[in-house]
């Protein structure tokens, strides 16, 4: 297995120094080049998960290995793409993409690895914008094409469409499926959409919440493009939704009780 996630926990301490768990027994393997969602409701710990794997935070315990090597801090073969595109306002696009580069290579091969990223997110005629000419849709391409210039094995992305409108995030979703399939680089995506994991994923798994643990890992056996298969997409949401439902259902309840007592 490529990524390997052993029984890992995670634990932060609330306002009277008490233990809470936000993550439980998690255990999940993903195969190399592999297309995998996570999906689940607010507070159940996706992206505390994906920023363990990427080295940024650190589990309670457990561990993680990413090609046999065990995680203990964030590495150039973990490209991490955020909600947010987090570009440099004060650089223009090929700076932002050559930034993490330089101490990899000579500024020419650097600008030469940023424009042929730029030119596979479709922003090559770009290279001279700054962050606030562009849309949001367009920092996330920028942010993209800066993650695939250092060349990851792995893309993690934490709802990086997340903020964006239904049009442009339709349009990202068919250029992130183009860059994979030319790629092949082993994705882990974090949404709360259940359509665009279906649409994206090759499995898709399911967190529950209070602690976040995995309810379910549930393989899309469906060709690609999918849109020519509806009514299958929707039968796959309609499945995963009976799960979510009674997730949230805990989550509104929860929040019921808290403002009953306050």
């Known amino acids: 297995m490529f990524i390997t996630i052993n029984q890992v926990q995670k634990q932060y301490s609330d306002k009277n120094n008490q233990p809470v768990d936000i993550l439980k027994d998690i255990n999940l393997t993903v195969q190399k080049g592999e297309f995998v969602s996570i999906l689940g409701p607010s507070g159940c710990g996706k992206s505390t998960l994906l920023s363990i794997v990427a080295g940024l935070t650190k589990a309670t315990s457990g561990e993680i290995l990413v090609n046999n090597i065990k995680i203990t801090k964030p590495g150039k073969d973990r490209g991490m793409v955020f909600q947010q595109a987090a570009l440099f306002p004060w650089l223009n696009v090929m700076e932002n993409v050559t930034f993490p580069l330089k101490k990899e290579m000579s500024k020419k091969q650097a600008e030469e690895q940023a424009k042929k990223h730029l030119q596979m997110v479709q922003l090559g005629n770009y290279t001279g914008h700054y962050p606030h000419e562009l849309s949001g849709g367009m920092q996330q391409r920028v ?58 994923s090759d499995r ?21 493009p999918r849109e020519k298969y509806k009514k299958e997409m929707l039968e796959i949401e309609d499945h995963i939704m009976g799960y979510l439902k009674r997730e949230i259902d805990k989550v509104v309840s929860e929040e019921l009780s808290n403002a009953a007592s306050s």
């Open 204 to 224: 898709i798994v399911v967190m529950g919440t209070k602690p976040g643990t995995i309810i379910q890992d549930i393989k899309v056996d469906l060709p690609r």
């Open 143 to 200: 942010a993209i094409a800066r993650a695939l210039a250092m060349n990851p094995d792995t893309l993690l992305m934490d709802e990086p469409f997340g903020a964006l409108d239904e049009q442009t995030r339709a349009r990202l979703h068919g250029q992130l499926e183009n860059i994979w399939t030319e790629t092949k680089k082993t994705i882990l995506f974090v949404t709360h959409s259940i359509s665009e994991s279906i649409k994206l």
